[in-house]
């Protein structure tokens, strides 16, 4: 049974930091290449970051210089180093396990989701 489980988010002021974890067990999590998402309430989600199976990583601008994906394969666990957060970080962060499988269908697991609040 394939379950990733996300942790670390919480209330933090403007201009604080946080750090996101998603602990992932039943995938070869090495092979999988893992996204950090968030959806704000009345908005779509939005992909926040990627990092591929070979550690490089991708952000969407509105998180670039505040943002760090990571993984830890040993551990499989991903992370998301997020700084000077704003407002507008508020959102539920979800994150994504994703394969090309052979034949061109896909594995695609995603958690639950962890609440990230920036708020005085």
């Known amino acids: 049974q394939v379950q990733l489980v996300e942790s670390g988010g919480g209330l933090v002021q403007p201009g604080g930091s946080l750090r996101l974890s998603c602990a992932a067990s039943?995938?070869?999590?090495?092979?999988?290449?893992m996204d950090w998402s968030r959806q704000a309430p009345g908005k779509q989600r939005e992909l926040v970051a990627t990092?591929?199976?070979?550690?490089?990583?991708n952000y969407a601008n509105s998180v670039k210089g505040r943002f760090t994906i990571s993984r830890d394969n040993a551990n499989n666990t991903m992370y998301l180093q997020m700084n000077n957060l704003t407002p507008e970080d508020t959102a539920v962060y979800f994150c994504?396990?994703?394969?090309?499988?052979?034949?061109?269908?896909?594995?695609?697991?995603w958690g639950q989701g962890t609440q990230v609040t920036v708020s005085l």
């Open positions: 039943g995938i070869i999590f090495r092979l999988y290449t």
């Open positions: 994504n396990a994703r394969l090309r499988l052979p034949g061109g269908r896909n594995a695609d697991y």
């Open positions: 990092i591929s199976t070979d550690g490089s990583t």
